[in-house]
């Protein structure tokens, strides 16, 4: 295959399906979806067959169990695919809302329209599902779509974007308005994010190494994140149930996911208390303990954590834990260590649930709650296109509003300038 000439094919063609898109109406978009989420549902023993294919290769080729654990399909992970896209259709269309419109002294109306951003590029690994879920976000906001999956999920998602066509064709859009790239040559990657004529904004959802390769090589706007480093920081004022649950579940829910926690941090009036609850439910799970110095005093079974610690994103079960004395200490370790992705602090005190919602400088910050809520289809957005760290253009999971943008609209009645 000439890697450079098919994917100018599918970047013109997406082109194209992307003007077409513009203009189609909510109802034909909606119908798209539902006809999608029927496809996928009647389609599960295929799905689960095409996906054991690559978990097999996947074994073969020595994937650690964090990513067989992304990708994988399960029975409960196709319901969510189903259960998106029908959200997703149930969603207000952002497309063509007008806002802000008000009347100027020379008599004109000045307002914003929601506009689709045009063509999306969306590069990931791992997870099928994913095909799913930016298929739908991109085609309700009025966005075509390229879609780069990883060669592990191959089959999977080949097998998924089939009920997309079928979707697309039934409603009567073209089905260029998702198109998923066939080739696993690697090149096809170089050659998405340097086509600045077919491709607007391209989104990667991977590890660190991908991301990072991209915002270096990309000719095109990237909406990214490099690193998951999320904290949850147990209060000398925090109910020690609550505290017990959701550092349980914010480490070992699924340990693969960005908005895992990766640092427990724990106030040392609570310390001596709560550590030895936590370490024993963590032991249950198996997650390996790396601790700073007071907290070794408590837990002498744990690692000595190092300064790398603070700033690694395991992906795994392993959990670095340091004891502070106030929560302007936590707040310091985690806006200098955290990667700004979602940090939680579990307290009864009011006031300094306000200050940590205030000062940290995360895309989500939590309230007694888990860091595994961080989540476009928690969030209630239906789904999401990957959850955004930057401060620009959008931030935090990216919905149906984070994939248009805004243009001025003008309303006079034969207004000239003076």
């Known amino acids: 295959m000439d890697v450079k000439h098919y994917m100018a094919q599918l970047g013109a063609q997406a082109r194209e399906a992307a003007g077409l898109l513009s203009r189609a109406d909510t109802g034909a978009k909606n119908a798209a979806l539902l006809a999608m989420a029927r496809a996928i549902d009647s389609s599960r023993e295929a799905l689960i067959e095409a996906n054991q294919l690559d978990l097999e290769n996947g074994r073969n080729n020595g994937l650690d169990a964090a990513m067989l654990d992304r990708l994988e399909l399960t029975p409960e992970r196709i319901g969510t695919m189903v259960e998106g896209l029908k959200q997703v259709a149930g969603l207000p269309d952002p497309v063509g809302g007008i806002t802000d419109m008000n009347f100027m002294p020379s008599g004109i109306q000045v307002g914003k329209m929601r506009v689709p951003l045009g063509v999306i590029g969306i590069i990931y690994e791992?997870?099928?599902?994913?095909?799913?879920?930016a298929a739908s976000l991109c085609l309700k906001s009025g966005n075509a779509t390229i879609l780069r999956g990883g060669?592990?999920?191959i089959h999977s998602n080949q097998a998924v974007a089939a009920c997309i066509r079928a979707g697309l064709v039934e409603a009567g859009l073209p089905e260029a308005a998702v198109q998923?790239?066939?080739?696993?040559?690697?090149a096809a990657v170089g050659e998405l994010i340097t086509m600045p004529e077919f491709v607007d904004v391209i989104v990667p959802r991977g590890g660190k190494g991908l991301i990072e390769r991209i915002s270096n090589d990309a000719k095109v706007t990237v909406i990214k994140h490099l690193d998951g480093i999320c904290h949850v920081y147990i209060d000398a004022e925090a109910d020690p149930k609550k505290a017990l649950d959701i550092a349980l579940n914010a480490k070992t829910h699924r340990y693969g996911t960005c908005n895992t926690m990766e640092t427990l941090l724990v106030n040392s009036v609570v310390a001596?208390?709560?550590?030895?609850?936590?370490?024993?439910?963590?032991?249950?799970k198996g997650v390996e303990l790396r601790g700073c110095e007071r907290t070794r005093g408590v837990l002498s079974d744990a690692v000595a954590a190092t300064e790398e610690d603070w700033s690694t994103e395991y992906l795994a079960p392993v959990l670095a834990i340091k004891v502070v004395d106030s929560i302007d200490e936590a707040i310091t370790h985690i806006n200098r260590y955290g990667s700004h992705h979602t940090d939680a602090i579990v307290t009864e005190n009011y006031t300094?649930?306000?200050?940590f919602l205030t000062e940290v400088d995360s895309s989500s910050?939590?309230?007694?709650?888990?860091?595994?809520?961080?989540?476009?289809?928690e969030y209630g957005l239906g789904a999401e296109i990957g959850i955004s760290t930057d401060k620009i253009h959008a931030r935090g999971p990216v919905g149906l509003e984070g994939l248009t943008s805004q243009k001025y609209v003008v309303l006079g009645d034969g207004h000239i300038r003076q």
Do not use: H, I, Q, W
């Not at 791992?126 to 879920?133: D, I, L």
């Not at 998923?180 to 040559?185: A, C, K, L, P, R």
């Not at 300094?352 to 200050?355: F, G, I, M, N, Q």
């Open 352 to 355: 300094l649930s306000r200050r």
């Open 272 to 284: 001596d208390l709560m550590l030895p609850e936590l370490a024993k439910a963590y032991a249950e």
């Open 126 to 133: 791992s997870r099928p599902n994913v095909t799913a879920e």
């Open 180 to 186: 998923v790239v066939e080739t696993t040559d690697r």
């Open 365 to 377: 910050v939590m309230v007694n709650a888990s860091t595994r809520f961080a989540d476009g289809f």
């Open 151 to 153: 060669s592990e999920a």
